[in-house]
């Protein structure tokens, strides 16, 4: 079992449904991040949060809407999205950095969403 | 710009033999860490080991130890006494040196799929 929850494990939906992906962390991160990953390819980084605020957000299409209610959840919301979109989400969560120092603390990954667009 | 680069994109190796996965890494930061993440086939992504750039010695973590060559800029995993669990893909990452209180992102390589026969 993960200390990174994600809910649900698989999703199916058409292309002009609304869902929304969950992600909980109990581990006192401050930093959580969005991934997608596509089959045979490495995650790539959608979204980061720190201390709840956007922090980075790598050029995603606005189909794609990250939320941040608090320290320990971090939702996706998806609309309107494309059968491209289909892929593994990955969340995970980590210590920031602090001070200027580099952090040696690992992310940690939840098992993931696997979504499927029809 | 930094890069992160795993040659071998598939391994075989026998039951109770020793593996190394090859990675390099091309960046023009000082501070920077790198990490190697386990991923079965169920999609968790699971953290191993991690080396700082400062680091004085390799790390170690049971089975699992890291070759860190700076001046090659190379960080091999090397994988003791490999075990039929041990198959899965396995991911170089790194993390470069950050600002005060953010989250920082880390770049993966292609991945290696590692086999493990009986």
């Known amino acids: 079992d993960t200390e990174v929850t994600q809910t649900p494990k698989h999703l199916v939906m058409g292309m002009t449904n609304k869902k929304s992906l969950k992600c909980e962390q109990h581990?006192?991160?401050?930093?959580m991040y969005w991934y997608k990953q596509k089959a045979k390819k490495p995650p790539e980084l959608m979204f980061v949060?720190?201390?709840?605020?956007?922090?980075i957000n790598e050029s995603v299409p606005s189909r794609f809407s990250p939320e941040c209610p608090n320290s320990s959840l971090l939702n996706l919301h998806l609309h309107a999205l494309q059968p491209e979109d289909s892929a593994l989400y990955l969340c995970?969560?980590?210590?920031?950095?602090?001070?200027?120092?580099?952090?040696?603390?690992?992310?940690?990954f939840g098992d993931g969403t696997r979504l499927s667009i029809l | 710009a930094q890069k992160i680069t795993q040659t071998q994109p598939g391994m075989f190796v026998q039951e109770k033999e020793a593996v190394t996965l090859d990675c390099t890494y091309d960046?023009?930061?000082?501070?920077?860490?790198l990490f190697w993440y386990k991923q079965p086939s169920s999609g968790e992504m699971i953290f191993l080991i991690y080396?700082?750039?400062?680091?004085?010695q390799n790390a170690t973590e049971g089975r699992y130890s890291l070759n860190f060559q700076k001046a090659r800029k190379s960080a091999n995993l090397v994988i003791s006494a490999s075990q039929l669990g041990d198959s899965a893909m396995y991911f170089c990452?790194?993390?470069?040196?950050?600002?005060?209180?953010?989250?920082?992102?880390?770049?993966f390589g292609s991945g290696t799929r590692l086999s493990i026969r009986p």
């Open positions: 995970a969560s980590s210590h920031p950095s602090f001070g200027g120092q580099l952090s040696n603390q690992p992310q940690h």
């Open positions: 949060y720190s201390y709840e605020k956007l922090s």
């Open positions: 080396q700082g750039s400062y680091d004085q």
């Open positions: 990452a790194m993390r470069e040196g950050t600002g005060y209180s953010s989250a920082s992102k880390i770049i």
């Open positions: 581990m006192g991160h401050r930093a």
């Open positions: 960046t023009s930061d000082p501070s920077y860490g």
